[in-house]
């Protein structure tokens, strides 16, 4: 920001004059040797010092101050201080009515004069010259005080009197002080406070109240935040009282710049309205060499960008936001025509750096109100304008000028940020979404924003987005080379010119120390990325590398070659790790140049033979690499010749591309593998000349397992796509053969372009192991006094390598074999797999409930004793509430048994285990694993030869694992189907055998009910049953089971066995038994065993099964008929009616009829009608009959009719005429046949009809109980 005026970027705040806090001047004496001790500091001193450190720490001069409390710009100033003139008149024109301001172009003194736009020193002004308004300090006169002589004095008049004169005398001069600064101020419209210093015994003073009146009134002082009184005070209430000052003069302030603003508008309006047309900019010029005014589109710019800043002033962001807009417009329309603004002119360049710095207020507007797209896109808009502007004026993307001005537009906007970041502005984060699980819903994907985010995972454009400064930093750095490109190309073409001809800012470019400001900027950028890099990477972003590469190549070009090559090793370490290889090939090479000029000879070497691996990432580069070397090598000589120089690339680019393949990927102990080791030269650059001698290859450890040394043919055939073919034979491997040597062997060690060695050979261990590809191998170079020696791994490929396993079948012709697997570079020796008959014999599928056998049968059919150990994993099911378990021996799990032991198999031995599953609950599938290891007993014992580390334990052991899933369907034994009746009963005990809830406070009317469970029991499995027993674990008033004396037989499929319970419930009326139901009031158990293939009987096994949970039905108002069933013919026989009540609130007025005809086969004694006592709820009455049969067969028994009278009005309400036997018809119900389902349905009556009734009719009514009469 330093390119352009301060006053024309900082943000603007309204601006308070302070005077009368001057620090008071130190006494002029000599130092005495002895000097007494110094008096107290004056209070007010003290004071006056504090009030200048609060009043200028409020608010600083910056660029970025965005804040929205009230505070001002201070500046202290002398008491005497004198304002600038506001309009004075022309020197040539005294007589003129018309004065202008001394800054205005019509003034001819004016810097401005006659068409410029704004100056730095207008905006200086209203910062520094005027103010908003004007606060004085001043001490008020307060008279010594002087002690009476006695406290019982009383007060001299006199002395009171005189007091009162000075005070006076004194507040008079006070007041024309006051008046003549209130004069000054009122001229300017600014605000005027005067704050009087007082002593705190003065505020208690009963007079001070009138010395203020006459004070404000002298002086002429406004009524409102005019006068202020402060004595001194501690430090918190000096600053509250710095804060209520400046609460209570912002309104004044505000109204000031508002005047201001209004003025401004007016003297535009008018402008507007009688200025010239936007033609009479391009009327030719009416005399030459005259001075031209400036035009109607300059006064807008000026009236616009001076709204800005008095709007600024205020704090009111909008309107100065739009007004900067308005005079940025005008001002690029005022560029786009020659003859308003001719290029390279003084008012050219003002207004350029005019438009600069509107569009730095745009921006930080926009930032202030995180704005952050709208700022980037206002300053790529300024960019791409005045770029289009330039070449039009000549200073095209050829000129120093043009990068010059671009570097300078993105170093302001990256400061600008730096600033905004430091005050708590947010830079957006544009990092891609997290990709979406698999688990997500695929419905999502219709939804726009699930869009928008794929497409931000694609990146994002770095120009289209606000990024961190580091990124404007970065841009800057790179215009600033593009100038010093453009200057050093310039330097060129101005050599044979003469002085007259050079073009301007010539002179002054050649003043810049490009290189200074190029590596200032790279450094920022540096740092401000690895700040803004994630905080969870542990390496530096590709970005912020390459940025050190920039710096790196800045300290190279200014010289600072030791600078250089630190960051290059740093730098070199991630590019080499990462493989980029197209970013190595010229960092290397201008490394190579800085050790060239250090002198460093062991890291020329070392970098050129790294540059020869990259060389073909660039050949036109690359042609004289090997050469180079080879010449250092002659012409130098190493700082110790006894020891090698080892230039490690096992993480830089080979120079050859090798390849390993091993002709299997298996093999057994003691058997040999053959392989091939194939190193071929690049094709893009030569190598033959490099002096090779020695080529060793490492399998593992520190000792080559063999060695190639150099020997010069002659007649060797050169040429690309050459093939050499070296055979080694069998090749010892130094950790299996700790006797054995290295293989050495000879060959021409020089390679052309595209030419290839391959070296064959067999290996072979002696006990398992993973033969991994070749660890390394080390090619040595000698020459002179150099001994370099570069080992590389040959599994590590060039980057323009494309892996193409193959085996060299023949050399003439050459021809090759591909190689159709993945693991060609590494063979896995394992011992030999042994030989297990294993089977698995069972009987599906398996019965629920049953413990199934699995009978797990071994035969070793090996020659070696092996020991077998199995494991049994039972899976978990899918099946609700399944609880399944498997056994062996005494050992039981849910889930898995390990290390079951089959003990040690000799050859031919068979072993066989029977492992049960038990299924519970449901049926379906159960999936079973069984693992079978083995383990050969020799290797037990320590192996002869060490096994590596690295080995995996699955191969160095001699062991053996195979696993078989065993899936097996589980199926019902036995299917059970439950039919509840309830019946009602006569019984007169309640409690005996109560299977309901057991609640001791049972209601007196309470009844009993007889449940008859009818349970049938069916075979439904492929396997037939043996029955043990059936077992129902519950008291009950009767059941089938009872009666059975004979063995259950045995069940086949199919078969149904039916076993009928009659149980007794004691009902409470208050319960709701559909929501609460009896829980299941007994169970069956079964005790079976399956009936094998071979008629043998299979495990006991039981199987449960529980009854269901009973809701009998509730009850309302019934009859119970209970006859016996059969008679004898002239025999009496009782009938008994009951009566039962079973509602809960409702009482029952019940009439009872007894109807006979005379077709009935019976003789009745008892009562014919008749009325019943009121039966409560819960109550019940019994009537009873004598009957006499006279005929034989089934006799219907008489007509029974009750009926529950209902009287619609009692006593006298009573209509005249209604009989009393209105009512509802209660249901009789014969007792002996009747039952009801869990839904309550009518009442079913089996009695047994006339075996001649033909009546139709007949089988419409009811059935109508009958008894059958014996003779």
């Known amino acids: ?209 009138s010395r203020l009146t006459y004070i404000r009134r002298q002086s002429g002082l406004d009524s409102r935040a005019s006068l202020f009184v402060l004595s001194p005070v501690t430090a918190a209430e000096l600053n509250e009282f710095v804060q209520s000052l400046q609460q209570a003069l912002w309104d004044p302030a505000i109204e000031y710049y508002t005047s201001h603003s209004k003025r401004v508008r007016r003297k535009r309006n008018r402008h507007t309205q009688s200025g010239t047309s936007f033609s009479s900019a391009l009327s030719p010029l009416g005399s030459a060499g005259a001075p031209r005014p400036l035009r109607s589109e300059g006064w807008t710019v000026r009236y616009e960008y001076k709204m800005a800043c008095f709007a600024e002033f205020r704090g009111e962001e909008e309107v100065a936001l739009k007004h900067y807009q308005d005079a940025y417009e005008m001002l690029v329309t005022m560029f786009g025509l020659a003859s308003m603004l001719p290029a390279r002119t003084k008012r050219w360049a003002e207004a350029k750096v005019l438009a600069d710095c509107i569009n730095v207020k745009i921006c930080k507007l926009y930032l202030y109100n995180e704005e952050h797209a709208l700022a980037l896109s206002q300053h790529n808009s300024h960019v791409r304008k005045f770029s289009d502007l330039s070449r039009s004026w000549g200073i095209g993307e050829d000129t120093f000028e043009f990068w010059s001005w671009m570097a300078r537009q993105y170093r302001i906007l990256a400061e600008l940020l730096e600033q905004g970041i430091r005050a708590n502005l947010k830079i957006p984060s544009h990092r891609p979404a997290p990709a979406l699980s698999a688990a997500t819903p695929t419905t999502s994907a219709g939804q726009p924003g699930v869009e928008m985010d794929a497409m931000r995972s694609l990146g994002v454009n770095p120009s289209h987005t606000l990024q961190h400064p580091g990124f404007y930093y970065y841009t800057a750095a790179r215009c600033t080379e593009r100038r010093r490109e453009r200057f050093l190309a310039s330097i060129v073409t101005m050599l044979p010119q003469e002085p007259r001809s050079v073009p301007p800012g010539y002179t002054n470019e050649k003043k810049v120390d490009h290189l200074t400001i190029i590596l200032e900027l790279y450094t920022k950028s540096y740092e401000l990325f690895k700040q803004y890099a994630p905080a969870n990477t542990q390496n530096q972003g590709r970005q912020t590398l390459y940025i050190a590469y920039r710096i790196a190549q800045t300290y190279y070009d200014s010289g600072k070659f030791d600078m250089a090559v630190r960051f290059f090793e740093r730098i070199a370490k991630t590019y080499r790790r990462e493989s980029w290889g197209s970013m190595m090939a010229p960092l290397l090479s201008t490394w190579y140049r800085c050790a060239q000029q250090l002198g460093d000879v062991e890291l020329s070497v070392r970098l050129l033979i790294e540059m020869i691996g990259h060389g073909e990432d660039h050949p036109e580069d ?240 090996d020659g070696r004793e092996l020991e077998v150990v199995i494991d049994a994993l039972l899976h ?196 709701n038994y559909e929501e609460n139901p009896v829980p299941e009031p007994a169970n069956y158990e079964v005790f079976w065993r399956r009936i094998l293939p071979n008629g043998e009987s299979g495990p006991a096994s039981v199987s449960r099964f529980p009854m269901p949970s009973l809701q009998p039905p509730g009850d309302g108002l019934v009859a119970l008929v209970d006859v016996p069933s059969t008679a004898r013919l002239h025999s009496p026989l009782p009938l008994r009616l009951t009566v039962r009540n079973g509602q809960v609130s409702r009482s029952a007025n019940i009439t009872v009829q007894l109807e006979p005809e005379p ?56 209509v005249p005429g209604e009989t009393d036997t209105e009512g509802e018809s209660v249901k009789v119900i014969d007792i002996r046949w009747e039952g009801r389902g869990t839904d309550g349905g009518e009442d079913q009556m089996y009695a047994r009809r006339s075996m001649d009734s033909t009546d139709s009719e007949s089988d419409r009514r009811p059935p109508v109980p009958t008894i059958l009469v014996l003779p």
């Open 1 to 209: 920001m330093n390119s352009y005026p301060p006053e024309l970027l900082v943000q603007l705040a309204p601006v308070m004059f302070v005077a009368g806090l001057e620090p008071a001047a130190a006494p002029k004496s000599p130092a005495a040797p002895h000097s007494p001790a110094p008096k107290t500091q004056d209070p007010f001193v003290t004071l006056s010092t504090r009030l200048r450190d609060a009043l200028v720490s409020q608010r600083k001069v910056a660029v970025w101050q965005h804040e929205k409390s009230k505070t001002f710009q201070v500046v202290l100033v002398d008491k005497e201080v004198r304002f600038p003139p506001r309009k004075i008149y022309p020197p040539d024109e005294q007589q003129s009515h018309v004065a202008h301001s001394p800054l205005s172009p019509l003034t001819p003194t004016s810097p401005l004069y006659p068409d410029g736009l704004i100056a730095p020193i207008w905006i200086r002004k209203h910062t520094t010259l005027v103010p908003s308004v004007f606060v004085l300090f001043m001490r008020l006169y307060e008279h010594p005080a002087q002690t009476p002589k006695s406290p019982l004095d009383p007060p001299d008049a006199d002395r009171e009197r005189e007091r009162e004169q000075e005070e006076r005398h004194r507040d008079t001069e006070l007041s024309a002080e006051i008046a003549q600064r209130k004069k000054s101020t009122s001229e300017r419209g600014i605000k005027l406070t005067v704050v009087l210093m007082a002593s705190r015994k003065m505020l208690d003073d009963p007079s001070l109240d």
């Open 622 to 861: 690359s042609s004289e690499l090997a050469e180079d070397l080879l010449a250092v090598m002659q012409s130098t000589a190493p700082s110790s010749s006894d020891e090698a120089v080892v230039v490690d690339l096992s993480e830089s680019e080979p120079i050859f591309d090798s390849e390993v393949v091993f002709w299997k990927s298996e093999a057994t102990v003691e058997e040999e593998v053959a392989f091939q080791l194939t190193l071929t030269a690049p094709s893009g650059i030569s190598i033959a000349s490099l002096p090779f001698t020695a080529l060793s290859v490492f399998f593992s450890g520190d000792a080559p397992s063999f060695t190639i040394q150099h020997v010069t043919e002659p007649e060797a055939r050169e040429g690309r796509g050459h093939v050499r073919r070296v055979d080694l034979g069998h090749v010892p491997l130094p950790e299996y053969e700790m006797e054995a040597s290295g293989k050495e062997v000879t060959t021409h060690l020089r390679w052309h372009p595209g030419e290839a060695l391959v070296l064959t050979g067999n290996v072979k261990a002696p006990i398992p192991t993973v033969i991994k590809v070749i660890c390394r191998v080390v090619l040595a170079l000698k020459e002179g006094n150099w001994w370099i020696e570069i080992p590389f791994d040959p599994n590590i490929a060039r980057v323009s390598f494309v892996p193409n396993p193959r085996w060299l079948w023949s050399l003439d012709p050459v021809r090759y074999l591909p190689l159709q697997r993945l693991e060609y570079s590494f063979v896995t020796i394992r011992y030999q797999p042994h030989q297990l008959r294993i089977r698995l014999h069972h009987q599906e599928p398996a019965y629920l409930n049953e413990e199934y056998p699995i009978t797990i049968d071994i035969t070793n059919i």
């Open 876 to 1071: 978990p099911t899918e099946l609700d509430d399944a609880e399944d378990h498997i056994r062996f021996g005494e050992e039981e799990s849910s889930s898995l048994i390990k290390g079951i032991s089959f003990g040690i198999l000799a050859p031919s031995v068979n072993v066989f285990k029977t492992l049960y599953l038990t299924s519970t609950c449901a049926p379906g599938d159960r999936m079973l694993d069984i693992s079978i290891q083995s383990r050969s007993t020799a290797s037990l014992t320590e192996p002869k030869s060490p096994v590596s580390p690295a080995t995996d334990s699955s191969v160095s052991l001699d062991t053996s694992e195979e696993l078989h899933t065993l899936i097996v369907p589980t199926v019902e034994a036995i299917k059970v189907n439950h039919e509840v009746t309830y019946r009602r009963t006569l019984d007169e005990s309640q409690d005996i055998d109560s299977i309901s809830a057991p609640d001791a406070d049972f209601l007196t009317r309470a009844h009993g009910i007889h449940a008859v469970v009818a349970t049938t029991l069916e075979c439904v499995g492929p396997w037939g049953l043996s029955i043990e027993r059936v077992t129902l674990h519950r008291k009950t008033y009767d059941s089938s089971l009872k009666s059975m004396a004979d063995p259950l037989p045995e069940w086949l499929p199919g078969d149904e066995y039916r076993v009928i319970s009659r149980l007794h419930l004691t009902l409470d009326e208050d319960e």
């Open 1159 to 1214: 077709s009935d086969g019976f003789i009745v004694a008892g009562l014919r009608s008749g009325r019943l006592p009121i039966l409560l709820p819960g109550a019940e009455e019994t009537i009873l009959w004598q009957l006499i049969p006279l005929e034989c067969g089934f006799v219907k028994i008489p007509n029974i009719k009750v009926i529950d009278r209902r009287k619609a009005a009692a006593g006298r309400n009573a």
